[in-house]
């Protein structure tokens, strides 16, 4: 059973830095893409940032600049650099993954238990 686990989260000033992880664990063969989606209050369901397998990167405009997504393919981990936030980076950011069990299956879709991000002065 695939599981993805998040840490990370927390409270942060305006300006401030916080760095999320998300590790993938259970038996699987490879991760296809890794990322970062994100939900505020009364709003969808967002995407922040994803790192496919090959290393390329997609952010949001609203963080381009700000956050950084990288990989520890030998933890299995993903990280989210966050820098600068602002206070419309506060939300629930849960982390998801496309993960393939055994190398001819089908990806599937895993996601994390959220972590929140408050930004506040």
């Known amino acids: 059973q695939v599981q993805l686990v998040e840490s990370g989260g927390g409270l942060v000033q305006p300006g401030g830095s916080l760095r999320l992880s998300c590790a993938a664990s259970g038996l699987f063969f490879s991760i296809n893409v890794m990322g970062w989606y994100r939900q505020a209050p009364g709003k969808e369901r967002e995407l922040v940032a994803r790192i496919t397998s090959d290393g390329s990167t997609y952010y949001a405009d609203s963080v381009k600049g700000r956050f950084t997504i990288s990989a520890d393919n030998t933890k299995n981990t993903r990280y989210l650099q966050m820098n600068n936030l602002k206070l419309e980076d506060m939300a629930v950011y849960y982390c998801?993954?496309?993960?393939?069990?055994?190398?001819?299956?089908?990806?599937?879709?895993?996601w994390g238990q959220g972590t929140q991000v408050t930004v506040s002065s």
């Open positions: 998801h993954a496309k993960i393939r069990s055994r190398p001819v299956s089908l990806l599937s879709d895993y």
